[in-house]
């Protein structure tokens, strides 16, 4: 791009495309395209005035997306798109002290995943947790329109000079969605499930389709002081933000009971301060504090919505029931199921099935999660190129949003602690040699809710009249007692360009712990895992389910996030440790849980590091023009170590410890960069 209108007007332009083709570790094939286009006009219709006007398509389309160990080609989807973006800038100077901008834009990213087994197939999961016949179609339509503005000050009182500024914003969001499972909607499951009916060791997930839509609106401003004076900079402001949604009409009708999320409301305060040491101002003292607010997504609105996104393996409401594949044909039929032992109700009411009201429930007091934030740090100009700074750095994350089991007497409240009773000391499990890799902790059950003890007596605690009523809904709420704690010390070096080269580079040290301060309030199943229905996303450390203080994180569906105590930048990171899960059903309707397998230490990945390197030429075309030939090699050495393996320890003999997920191999890429 380039001037069209000399001090006026520019114009500006880019295409890209993209073609990348990957074999899984299974054997499968995962191959991308990326087509974009973008286009940018700067306009200066007077001197006090600039308006920028910006166009971005991007279309992402996959083949094979997901495919690996586990997801073979057929249940792989293929993906579509496109994205578009629309966005219109301005900014004004009134004068010297006085500048408006504002700006308005608008989002659409639809985007669908077709499974190239058709939607005629029958799916279903071996006893290796393996997937076969198809997947379920997902298709999902986002659009968004923002707009926001901010008022620009400068003034002096005394020694300090002020620079306020005071903004303001509108977010609408709209997301529509439809998921279905392939065939007639059924799938089998088929590892056996020692507490299921002997003569139906299998699981059935008879799932109801989703077309479902969610709005959420949110609306914020802030007001802020930056003050300066001789060698100090404080600042100091205030942020406000509330948040509203609503579920749409859909195939049923919103719940009539909760239709609507609440507003979700919060005062953010930040304070900074800056001091430059010395006439010449090399050395740079630093400390703030800051609290930031989670913004509320659909997925939250949705849980209410009855044909909404729920808890299960596929995200669709389900009715578990224990199966046996008598004709073993992998397809489930009526006569193969155990109709008077339902395993599980997820997202539908096992009082009424056909309700149009949710089971779910979202807490009318909920809060937004929330971070405080405490930085302290010093740079220093080692020489006029050379910068070096250390930065300590607090986070404290509370009123983390949580989803619980409903009350026994369906009421808006989770389970309690004392609800549980102890369901098995403990499961054995083994390694891929059939060897013994330790035992899991005690496993608990809702007692009013199990009917059977786990050596097959009669549950005295069981109480029928409960388990006919209750309705297996989910609560959302702010998990209390829980907070998680950051603490990290960064070293930093800076080298601008100058003699023809620079360099950036860094050391962090951290610990991120999830701390439970409170086990009665921040914990519910006393089992040393939670299970999945109390998942909590937490960020990097993933979803953060044990009911112990620790600083590792299980994901039941396969993805583990670590961690790590140490890490630098040179293009790589450091995984500290993992650990084997393995899963019991203590019979309480509540399905699964995910239990921890021996010391949290006992096994361990080894340690990851990646070199990347590029290379740079200009060539000069024009007096006004050059192009720039770009050549960057990833992964140098060509590594492939083992980033994921399966730690499931409750499926067959051979397949705990199997690789899931190895490095990317060495990639050689060629680019080119006309300027003009």
Known sequence: GGPAWRDHVWLWGSFGRTDIKTTTAGGGKDNTQLEDYSAKINVQPIESNALTLFYFRGNKTKQGRSAGPTRPPETSWNQAGPSHVEKIDDSQVFSSNLILAAAYSYTLTPFSLTPQGGLNAEMFRDAARVYHGSFYFDDNYRPQHQVQGTLTSFLTTGPLGHEFKLGAAHIEFR?????????????????????????????????????????????????????????????????????????????VGANPAFPDLLPVKAWQPRLGISYALGAQKTTLLRASYSRFADGIATSLVATTNPTGLQGSNTGLPTIQYSWNDLNHDNHVQRNELCLTCPVNFIGVDQTNPGSAISVNQIDRNLKPPKTDEFMVGIDHQVLPELVVGLTYTHRNRFDTIWTCPVALDNS????????????????????NQGNSIGFTGPIYSVAALTSALANGDDNPLFNEAIANAYSYGTFETNRRGYETRYDGVELQLNKRLSNRWMAHGSFTWSDWKQKVNSVAKGCL????????????????????????????????????????????????????RWNFASSGNPGDGWGQRSVALGKADAHRLKNVYQLDLSAQKVLPITPKADVTLVVDMFNVFNDNTILLRNYDASGPVGTIGDILTIQNPRVLRFGARISF
């Open 412 to 431: 808006a409240h989770c389970l309690s602690n004392s609800d549980f009773m102890l369901f098995d000391n403990g499961e054995e499990g083994f390694d």
């Open 175 to 251: 997301s529509g969605h439809t998921r279905i499972i392939p065939g007639d909607e059924v799938w089998g499951d088929e590892r056996v499930i020692s507490s299921h009916n002997p003569n139906f060791p299998l699981t059935a997930n008879i799932t109801r389709a989703v077309q479902e839509g969610e709005d959420l609106k949110i609306t914020g401003g802030f007001l802020s002081d930056t003050m300066t004076t001789n060698n100090l900079t404080i600042n100091a402001g205030v942020r406000y933000d509330t948040s509203k949604g609503n579920n749409r009409p859909s195939l």
């Open 525 to 576: 199943d006393p089992t040393n895992q939670v299970g999945s229905y109390a998942g909590i996303w937490e960020g990097a450390q993933g979803r953060g389910n044990s009911c112990a203080d620790g600083d590792i994180a299980y994901d039941y569906n396969g993805t583990t996030w670590i961690n790590a105590k140490w890490a630098f930048n040179i293009s790589g990171l450091y995984q500290l």
